[in-house]
């Protein structure tokens, strides 16, 4: 599949024909009539009204002024509109709320149309709406709300059938048509990689209902609906496709959240015991604790401890079994003290407070030799994402589906490594004979600019990329990406922010840089301890200003 040029007029209709064409082809068997039925119909539009059906499917929202959809290559737009309307799927006699219609007038056109219901004309716009609002006006044709309006009002009806192919197609509702544009004008450029006609992310038509299911309700959430009737929606609701699972658990895990935020402990209770969420028991814990359960509260983290699912768990339980068993009154359990990690106490002047703490410190530890980065996250994922490029972007079943990834769809599955075992070995294997700085090199070349999971192409130039090289050791760099590799969603986070080279020494060390008041986070810690761990030179920073004289 190609991104059609924007120099041809017609490009979004080119793109969107190309969409329809690959999810016939690959998903016949999961669309139903009224999908089929689009696509025999759209085939048969003159290109005009394609085009003007293309141009409402790229635009926000569903009703549209024919006077705002004037597009010199469609030419006019009564014409184009005509075959939609046949179809009914345009309408131009669809009743509109006051909300609806409002969202559409200019505040001239509003005035005249509610003149003499409006009792401070002069008020701002969304004033104007309330006074309205209160009236409680019944939805109607636009006739009706304003006889003489110079435009028609359409309703373009069929968005969320079309909201369903492009689900098909990306495998997620967060991309959109803009991915063509991005990819053609050089934005966005992808890896390309092979993949089988029947290599696709949604395996049967339960897949399609419960992804458009999660992707409905996190909007209702987010417009502050109540979680009961959220869960109602869910219930029932699930898939064995890996990629849905791990959607609904997030969606799960946010509902969960947001009873705590209400104070509804039981029901944030019942929502996290039924998301896999890799948070979700330890969040149970904090709810018992927040609703002074503290038996129950003990109980879970006891039994918890027993078996930590993760190093999430094992950390936070550190904390909370201490504290829990002070609540009880029982003998308190010794917390485990932390791995010392050296410590620099810095006082600067208060004026270098405004290039950014990071920045400040980055200039003074200069100023002893060496050259310092602030590179935080992205340094050691971007050499990992280099040198592991085989391996993250080998064809796998099931792994890509469409030209426009960023990366394979398993990338947080539990055996993402294991699925890739020969060629992470293999890429791996290059820091024990030697030949990692070229392999790192010779990617960095041929793949510059690709979008990756890990490469962050903006940060890492040349200098830097040399640099690194010379100075971290081999065995520093795979202990780095093994630990990497055990939990890519929780392991690519939570590295220090600044890193200083002394490279005719081939030296380095990394420092983690605290503001007045700020303290270090879990993810931190983890790092801090893992460091400490394999001897990797690693320094906290807490930085104070001096007072002003």
Known sequence: MI??????????????????????????????????GFIRAFTRLPAPAQALL??????????????????HEIGDTDTALAPLLELGWVDAQAPLTLEQLWALLRK??????????????????????????????????????FPDFPARIVHWRLQPLCDRLRLLFFGNLYQDWSEFVLADLG??????????DDSRALRQRSDVALAMALHQCGERLEQGEAPAALLATLDGLGSDNPWLARRRARLLFSLGQHCERL????LALQVYAGSSHPEARIRQVRVYERSEQWQLAHALATEMAGAP?????????????????????????????????????????????????????????EQDGGVAHYVENTLFNSLFGLLCWEAIFVPLPGAFFHPFQVGPQDLHEDDFQQRRAVQFERCLGRLDDG??????RDCYAAKQGL????????????????????CLPAAHLKACFVRLLQDIRNNRAGMPDLIQFWPQEGRYRMVEVKGPGDRLQDNQLRWLAFCHEHGLPVVVCHVRWQAEP
Request: glycine share 4%; charged share 30%; hydrophobic share 45%.
């Open 3 to 36: 991104a059609h040029s924007v120099d041809d007029p017609f490009y979004y209709l080119h793109n969107f024909r190309q969409v329809l064409n690959w999810v016939e082809q690959r998903y016949a068997d999961l669309l139903d009539d009224s999908e089929h």
């Open 54 to 71: 293309v141009r409402m499917v790229m635009r926000k929202g569903e009703w549209f002024r024919s006077d705002k959809l004037d597009y």
């Open 108 to 145: 001239e056109e509003a005035l005249r149309c509610f003149a003499g219901q409006l009792s401070r004309p002069k008020a701002g716009k969304g004033e104007l709406l309330a006074q309205l609002q209160a009236l409680e006006l019944a939805p109607r044709p636009l006739e009706a709300w």
């Open 187 to 196: 934005v966005l450029r992808y890896e390309q990689v092979a993949f089988a």
């Open 263 to 266: 104070g509804d402990w039981d």
């Open 309 to 365: 699912a993760n190093p999430l768990e094992r950390q936070a339980l550190e904390r909370m079994l201490p504290r829990l068993a002070r609540k009880l009154g029982g003998p308190p359990r010794p917390r485990r003290r932390s791995d010392a990690v050296q410590v620099i106490e810095l006082e600067l002047p208060a004026e270098l407070a405004v290039l950014g703490v990071e920045e400040a410190v980055r200039r003074y530890l």
């Open 435 to 440: 030949s990692h700085p070229q392999a790192i």
């Open 451 to 470: 979008q990756s999971p890990f490469v962050f192409w903006q940060m890492l130039d040349q200098v830097l990329l040399d640099q690194a090289l010379a």
